[in-house]
């Protein structure tokens, strides 16, 4: 039967011509093909005028055409059926999508160039790629449902339902029948027995099998045929199958399928996935399964004891023993996937890493949980990249690269689907080693802080960074840091290793600072002689900055077995001197200096036990002012005293970790609020939208220092501006 039909852009009607049929059969092949009959696999856009035969394809299943002209061709497929193409897919009638709008209609998406499909009744979200590959929609009837020939508008008509065994043999499940038929027990169960639900694999999965397996498949006890434990009493639709669920078979002893279920809608038993769900009979129902499973030998049958008789998992033994892990992963409650690193795993970790943990059970604990996750993880459950917390309390990023092996943390998985009644084992050839196990040297070194590294080491914190007793929060400048050091700075730390000890013990504070330490600004003392460094945040509506005197944290908390790694944009140089001695250097200070000392201010700015924000006008600011108004706040000192103080601020305030575009307010100590504000990094911060900050970021022992183009205007002078305009 001829099943081209005539597709409708709009209203008008488009004929199903040789030409359309050529595009459709390449787009099934992978290609889309031009009006001009070239084939590609990488179109961008196709124009609907001139390449008939083509529909639109979208998650939510819908049918309406685009506009014509050109149009993405990702967002295309072949709508033109082909009676020899439908004939190629065994056990399923793929519809043109032209009926979409018709009751009974499913969507299955494919992996593009593989025959792995995902089924619209079993995946409740579909992605747009599985294991980096992309995917496309298919059409079909949904389960019970076929089209029919007189009415060809949709799924209307119902399908026919048989037997078990016919309903085998209707999806080509050509190998899964020649076992079955060999058994008389088994067969009659199919063909008459029942109600059963039937877990039966591909014909793909019986091709590799090892020979023992393959024997128990002709077992000629139906107890010990390996076809009874592929079936459970009673009829379990996919939306029956439940996480965790133990489904006792037909096998010897009632042998249970262990059920997985996972939130992007995959199904597993005992860790195969099933491909094509709820197939009806009259005498159950049959789901279509990836591979053949075999029975859980409950007696040695935890995760444990899977591990324990495994010769490739010695090591890790080992080390299970060495912790409470091991009577935990015995036990018959609870849900686990192993990552088991292999001997080969251990033999090439570094040395000075094995030796340090293996010898503080502390550590081998940590080390062991971070390789254990809390719940069942199935290789063909992960479908790309996907995190999930482990018990050590860290997370492994897990996905699946293009020949579909699972990875985890980009380790492949050399074995996996170890299946055990609590849980599943997967191998790995090279050990998962969590923060909480590193040194500080070996996270600066995992960060590629090595710059930072080479000087802390020539400062003497070779201790501290390998192993110590106690924790130490390390701020670490990165490359970038390094580099926008200044020319004089850089001949400092080449010429004296005095200077390099200072400063990088600079970078050091005793304990444990994370960002949540970080409230406001905090006063932190470090390793170089009793200096401290201010940590702060900058908080705003989605997002919180976190900074160290005049640095950037561009990465933090890297918590390690002892201490805190924060990462920061610009290396540390102690303070050397008070504000009042930064005023005093300064030459287009001079009239700011003046007034400090006739308030008495200058001694404020000369203390240490003070941790003070200036922001102090230049001369030029003061040449600008009223001169009247400069020279009545010299005979009023309070006023003038009130003046000053409003251009302090009681907490360290740094301008290089501004975000741009953001406003700022900060209360000065005279009880005004002033406005901060910066366009773009290269531009200057302005306050209250007129004055300019001309220098930034002074940093003083008691503080920090801005030069500033104006003064700021005060509350606290305002009587005297309005006494002097009335006369």
């Known amino acids: 039967m001829d099943t081209r039909r005539s597709i409708r852009h709009g209203n008008a009607p488009v004929s199903s011509s040789s030409a359309a049929r050529r595009l459709c059969l390449a787009c099934f092949m992978g290609y889309l093909v031009t009006a001009a009959g070239y084939r590609s696999p990488r179109i961008d856009f196709i124009n609907l005028d001139t390449s008939p035969g083509l529909c639109p394809v979208g998650d939510n299943g819908g049918s309406s055409w685009p506009a014509l002209g050109w149009v993405p061709a990702s967002r295309l497929l072949c709508a033109f059926e082909s009676s020899k193409i439908i004939s190629r897919i065994p056990g399923t009638s793929w519809i043109g999508i032209g009926v979409l ?47 029919e020939e007189k009415n060809p508008k949709g799924c209307q008509g119902v399908a026919p339902i048989e037997n078990l065994a016919t309903t085998a043999k209707h999806l080509y499940l050509k190998d899964y029948r020649n076992y079955f038929k060999k058994n008389k027990v088994v067969s009659d169960r199919l063909t008459h027995g029942g109600a059963y639900t039937v877990f039966a694999p591909e014909n793909k999965a019986f091709n590799n099998l090892p020979q023992n397996t393959r024997s128990k498949f002709g077992a000629k006890s139906p107890a010990k045929n390996l076809l009874s434990y592929h079936m459970t009493e009673g009829r379990y639709y996919t939306n029956d199958l439940l996480n965790d669920m133990e489904l006792p078979t037909l096998y010897a002893n ?65 080390a299970l023993v060495l912790t409470d892990l091991a009577n935990h992963l015995r036990g018959s409650t609870g849900a686990y996937t192993i990552f088991a690193p292999t001997d080969e795993a251990f033999r090439n970790a570094p040395k000075h890493l094995i030796n340090r943990v293996l010898n503080d059970n502390k550590l081998v604990e940590k080390l062991l949980k971070y390789h254990i996750l809390d719940r069942s993880i199935c290789s063909s459950a992960v479908l790309g990249p996907i995190t999930l917390t482990t018990l050590e309390g860290q997370k492994l990023n897990l996905s699946c690269d293009i020949h579909d092996r699972l990875t985890v943390n980009d380790i492949p998985v050399t074995s996996s689907d170890n299946v055990a009644y609590n849980g599943v084992i997967h191998h790995i050839n090279k050990l998962l080693v969590p923060d909480s196990v590193k040194t500080v040297e070996d996270k600066l ?44 700075q850089r001949r400092l730390l080449r010429s004296s290793k005095e200077a390099v000890k200072r400063v990088f013990n600079y970078h050091v504070i005793r304990g444990y600072v994370t960002t949540r330490n970080m409230v406001g600004e905090n006063a932190f003392e470090t390793f170089n002689s009793g200096s401290t460094v201010t940590a702060h945040s900058n908080a705003k509506v989605y997002s919180q900055t976190f900074g160290i005197n005049s640095a950037r944290i561009v990465s933090n908390d890297h918590a ?27 030459p287009q200070m001079k009239t700011f200096l003046s007034l400090l000392k006739m308030t008495g201010l200058d001694r404020t700015l000369s203390s240490e036990g003070h941790h003070l924000t200036v922001f102090a006008p230049t001369d030029d600011a003061f040449d600008a002012m009223e001169t009247s108004v400069l020279e009545s706040l010299r005979l009023d000192v309070d006023k003038l005293k009130q003046f000053l103080r409003n251009h302090f601020t009681h907490t360290p305030t740094y301008l290089r970790t501004m975000d741009n575009k953001w406003r700022y307010r900060i209360k000065t100590m005279a009880g005004d ?55």
């Open 673 to 727: 609020w002033i406005e901060m504000k910066r366009k773009s990094r290269d531009e200057p911060v302005m306050i209250n939208e007129t004055i300019k900050v001309t220098a930034s970021d002074i940093h003083a022992i008691n503080g920090v220092l801005h030069k500033v183009d104006n003064v700021f205007s005060c509350s606290c002078i305002d009587d005297l501006i309005h006494k002097m305009l009335m006369f």
């Open 254 to 318: 009632n042998a249970t399928i262990k059920v997985n279920r996972y939130s992007n809608g995959v199904v597993t038993v005992n860790c195969a996935r099933i491909i094509r769900p709820n197939q009806p009979a009259t005498n159950g129902i049959l789901h279509v399964i990836e591979k053949a499973i075999e029975p859980i030998d409950k007696s040695v049958g935890s995760v444990m004891e899977k591990v324990l008789f495994d010769p490739d998992l010695g090591e890790f033994v080992t």
């Open 101 to 147: 709008n018709s009751p009974n209609v499913c969507a299955v998406k494919e992996v593009m160039g593989s025959r792995k499909r995902y089924y619209s009744d079993c995946m409740t979200y579909r992605p747009r790629k599985v294991c980096g590959k992309p995917t496309f929609i298919r059409y079909h009837c949904c389960t019970g449902f076929e089209v």
């Open 560 to 586: 390690v077995s002892n201490g805190i790694v924060h990462v920061i944009d610009e290396v540390l140089w102690p303070p050397e001197g008070v504000l009042m001695d930064k005023i005093q250097e300064d």
């Open 445 to 488: 070194n995992d960060l590629g802080l090595f710059e930072f590294l080479e000087y802390a080491q020539a400062a003497g914190l070779t201790d501290i960074l390998k192993q110590s007793s106690e924790n130490y929060t390390i701020l670490a400048p990165n490359a970038a840091a390094f580099q926008n050091m200044t020319s004089e």
